[in-house]
Each structure stands twice: as structure tokens, then as C-alpha cells.
């Protein structure tokens, strides 16, 4: 069974920094396409960054590029999402994702695991 476990979500002012961590076990993800996600209250839950397999290529949603950074260690089979400069819109529950399979998958049904979230609160 995968287990997908976030950590390292928490309370930080505009422009301030936080680093996620996701980490699996029950699957290799070097694998796997990997994601973060994230919903805000009354929101849909929407695409933040993807990493291909191989960790060589990135996407990211227009909102983030530039101030977030994906990335993934296939050998401590975990992910992480570096967030700077963060605003109150980037308010929200993270959640890390992953499938089988190379490309960057942009949508969640492109995702079959997830994690239960972590909190991310940007106060102005």
C-alpha cells in the first residue's frame, strides 16, 4: 500500500519562506511522476508543481513560477517544495501526489496517490 506523508507546512508572514517534504514509502518513486497540489477553502484543488521521474524536467502553475522550486530525491524516495516569497493568496492545504509513469502530469486524475495535506498559512 503507498503511503504519501507531508510535512513542514506552518504559520509565516508575507514574503517569508517554507520548505515541504513529502515522503513515500510502499512505492519507489523513482517510478513515479510526482506533484503538489493545493486547496483553499471554497476552492478546487489545483495543480502547484510537477517533477518527471527523472527530476529533469519541472512545471509550475503561472501563480508560483519564480518563487517556488520542486524537487526530489529518488534515493530517499521523498519530494520537496520550496516556497519563497509567499503571499496570503498561497493560503491553503498542500498536498503531495504521485503515479506511476514518466511525463509531468498536470491534472489530478493524472495522480491514482495522495497525502492526507499540510497546512499552509500566510498571514499579511
Known amino acids: 500500500q503507498v503511503q504519501l506523508v507531508e510535512s513542514g507546512g506552518g504559520l509565516v508572514q508575507t514574503g517569508g519562506s517554507l520548505r515541504l517534504s513529502c515522503a513515500v514509502s510502499?512505492?519507489?518513486?523513482?517510478?513515479?511522476?510526482m506533484g503538489w497540489f493545493r486547496q483553499s477553502p471554497g476552492k478546487e484543488r489545483e495543480f502547484v508543481a510537477g517533477?518527471?521521474?527523472?527530476?529533469?524536467?519541472?512545471r509550475y502553475a503561472s501563480s508560483v513560477e519564480g518563487r517556488f522550486t520542486i524537487s526530489r530525491d529518488n534515493g530517499k524516495n521523498t519530494m520537496s517544495l520550496q516556497m519563497s516569497g509567499l503571499k496570503p493568496e498561497d493560503t491553503a492545504v498542500y498536498y503531495c501526489?504521485?503515479?506511476?509513469?514518466?511525463?509531468?502530469?498536470?491534472?489530478?486524475?493524472?495522480?491514482?496517490?495522495w497525502g492526507q495535506g499540510t497546512q499552509v498559512t500566510v498571514s499579511s
Open positions: 517533477i518527471s521521474r527523472s527530476g529533469g524536467q519541472t
Open positions: 501526489a504521485a503515479n506511476p509513469g514518466g511525463r509531468i502530469g498536470l491534472r489530478m486524475e493524472d495522480y491514482d496517490s
Open positions: 510502499g512505492r519507489t518513486i523513482s517510478t513515479s511522476r
